[in-house]
């Protein structure tokens, strides 16, 4: 039997022993579906609680305890995370012994960088950006080195460097040291055994005829999204309004760009995510319309989730403030926002204006203010790109 053949045997066993495990709390899960999941906690927050990372299907994780629609799941000897019981199938009887980690492979081709690491089996990992200098980092869970060989080919353009260190008996964690300063994204997942690690480069010339930017207009057709305060308009009627004005402004500028919707749509927050990443857009922007319950909180505020694309966020921000009248509500870190989770691009998520406030909400309604946003933003992604190194 080949190993990919026996892994394949072994997951369809798995499957197959889920449909006893309905009833009681299962030994083990594995992941399924959607754009599964790992938490650091249970909490409260309006968007959930604090997220580790998408990853992969088909891994399995020893079930610890179960907390409302969660599994708490066991990644090593010391750690544990929880994982929404829609992500899993659970099952009975298996002893989960730690994977080896074996050799590597860093090329390149004419598009990512990719760092393979071999497996003896797929286990939970998460990733995330460092700055100054720039790295991607990633932990595996249950897994023991077995690395005694790492290639590295000359086609690889963006990483300068990768290792590990062994950082406790099941814990691996990996750098992957990038030639540039700033962060242009990267996608993890698993290809049969091995962690597949693909990294954008960033482009040669900072030219913005030769990006894709996606515009994302929140909410749509069921999912009105906030109101305004006075004229009860829906936030889900004027993100598109403004998507539409950057759109415009964009190809203006020769800007191709991708429309997430264009018209009254329902569209779920993690298709929005999906079919981002199958169009593969070089950037990616969110406009929604902020609401609070305090009718006096007004202003702009620009939202990231990875510290690699802060200064994304920033340079938006920054244009943005430049338009009078619009106050600085601020710039938001390790934002737990669906559309703005994956590592893949560089994203901002902007909340032009509060629809709960008067100021803002007449704002909103003016078409000229629409255009003046739409300009600032493109704008703002112009002096970004001037700031690569
Ligand atoms: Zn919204």
Redesign the pocket.
Known sequence: MTTRFRFIAFVFLVLCKTGTARDSIPSYIITTGKLPQLAYSTGEDRLGSAKMGYIDTMIVMKVIGTVKNLFKVQLSASQYAFIDTNHVQGFHDTILSPALCESWKVNGDDKFDSVSIGLTGRIPYKSWMEINPSRIKIELYNVQSNTNWITQLSTAKAVKNVWYDQRESDVLQITIELVKQQHYGYSIGYNGKSLLVKIRRLPAAADLKKMTIAIDA??GGTNV??SGVTSKVF?KDYTLLFARELQKVLKKQKVKVLMVRETDTTIENKDRVLWAQQNNPDLFISF??NSSGRNYVRGVSTYYKHIGYRSFTQGIQKRLLEIKDLKEFGNIGSFNFTPIQPTDYPSCLVEIAFLSNVQDEKMILDPKFRYKVAYQVFLGIKDWVKTWK
């Open positions: 929140g909410h999204g906030a936030e929604h319309l």
